[in-house]
């Protein structure tokens, strides 16, 4: 059985308690396997009634019925590896840079985890196969927007993004058409403008792929694909440098699948601007 399927599908109807559950069983399957009712209650912050609940509330008996199903799937999966490390403590004087940079290849290693190849694929699918990509988002997010638009764009696909200046993101939204795509970038704290927009979007039967925190952000309810990015930070903001990663994953991708298309608008380019003096010849 899926059970990440399982809790993502139930999610959204789970009380708010249960949810914090749920997070946790999404961020730490393993752990979870592993933790006693009681040591799970502790971790998570809630009751063991809620503990007991939420495995009911995923169509199980009690707790140890549920624990004991996700433990025999866990054992079929080895515990997953850290593809990336930095220099053992030891060797590492405990500083600023260290500190943000252990927690940076932590977000990495478990946004890797994270982002599942069928659901990385599909993604790219749908920037591929829009007329048109537009990107969202508010707060740091709105760097993001500009950065993936700014890279799909040197990758002939045609790319813009939604300036919350003088529109608000809907009614920037009623111009697009179902051939299009929009890439909402959502991280705690969740805008409701941008997931506003992406609920329009859906029901203008746009598609949307969603980039946020979590397979289970307010955004997912809305989005065709999510893909899952970890912006934990030493400080109260996200930190974006697992999300640069993914950025940077998706052009690579999107390059490798439009070879010709950005090789046509290379040559077009440079040839526009060579006939008006933009190039400085050295």
Same mark, same amino acid.
């Given at each position: 059985?899926?059970?990440?399927?399982?809790?993502?599908?139930?999610?959204?109807?789970?009380?708010?308690?249960?949810?914090?559950?749920?997070?946790?069983?999404?961020?730490?399957?393993?752990?979870?396997?592993?933790?006693?009712?009681?040591?799970?209650?502790?971790?998570?912050?809630?009751?063991?009634?809620?503990?007991?609940?939420?495995?009911?509330?995923?169509?199980?008996?009690?707790?140890?019925?549920?624990?004991?199903?996700?433990?025999?799937?866990?054992?079929?999966?080895?515990?997953?590896?850290?593809?990336?490390?930095?220099?053992?403590?030891?060797?590492?004087?405990?500083?600023?840079?260290?500190?943000?940079?252990?927690?940076?290849?932590?977000?990495?290693?478990?946004?890797?985890?994270?982002?599942?190849?069928?659901?990385?694929?599909?993604?790219?699918?749908?920037?591929?196969?829009?007329?048109?990509?537009?990107?969202?988002? #508010?707060?740091? &997010?709105?760097?993001?927007?500009? *950065?993936?638009?700014?890279? /799909?764009?040197?990758?002939? +696909?045609? @790319?813009? $993004?939604?300036?919350?200046?003088?529109?608000?993101?809907?009614?920037?939204?009623?111009?697009?058409?179902?051939?299009?795509?929009?890439?909402?970038?959502?991280?705690?704290?969740?805008?409701?403008?941008?997931?506003?927009?992406?609920?329009?979007?859906?029901?203008?039967?746009?598609?949307?792929?969603?980039?946020?925190?979590?397979?289970?952000?307010?955004?997912? #309810?809305?989005? &065709?694909?999510?893909?899952?990015? *970890?912006?934990?930070?030493? /400080?109260?903001?996200?930190? +974006?440098? @697992?999300? $640069?990663?993914?950025?940077?994953?998706?052009?690579?991708?999107?390059?490798?699948?439009?070879?010709?298309?950005?090789?046509?608008?290379?040559?077009?380019?440079?040839?526009?601007?060579?006939?008006?003096?933009?190039?400085?010849?050295?």
């Amino acid at each position: 059985m899926d059970f990440k399927a399982l809790v993502i599908g139930r999610y959204p109807d789970l009380p708010k308690h249960q949810k914090k559950v749920a997070d946790f069983f999404l961020d730490h399957p393993h752990d979870f396997a592993m933790l006693s009712i009681l040591e799970l209650a502790k971790r998570v912050g809630v009751s063991e009634a809620t503990i007991f609940r939420f495995a009911q509330s995923m169509g199980f008996r009690s707790f140890s019925h549920f624990k004991n199903a996700v433990m025999e799937e866990t054992q079929k999966v080895v515990q997953p590896r850290e593809p990336f490390k930095l220099l053992r403590d030891e060797e590492l004087p405990e500083n600023p840079l260290t500190i943000v940079a252990r927690q940076d290849i932590q977000n990495i290693n478990a946004t890797i985890h994270k982002i599942t190849d069928d659901g990385f694929s599909r993604a790219i699918d749908l920037i591929v196969g829009a007329n048109r990509v537009y990107t969202c988002g #508010l707060g740091i &997010s709105a760097i993001s927007c500009r *950065v993936l638009a700014y890279l /799909l764009n040197q990758m002939a +696909i045609p @790319a813009s $993004v939604l300036i919350h200046d003088s529109a608000t993101f809907l009614e920037q939204i009623t111009l697009m058409k179902p051939e299009d795509l929009l890439i909402a970038f959502s991280l705690p704290p969740y805008s409701r403008e941008t997931v506003d927009a992406a609920r329009l979007a859906k029901e203008r039967n746009i598609p949307v792929l969603g980039i946020c925190d979590r397979e289970t952000a307010p955004l997912s #309810l809305y989005s &065709s694909v999510v893909l899952p990015v *970890v912006t934990k930070n030493v /400080l109260f903001t996200n930190s +974006i440098t @697992a999300l $640069v990663v993914v950025i940077n994953a998706i052009a690579t991708e999107v390059a490798r699948r439009n070879k010709i298309e950005i090789s046509k608008y290379q040559e077009e380019l440079l040839s526009i601007l060579e006939a008006s003096n933009y190039l400085e010849r050295i």
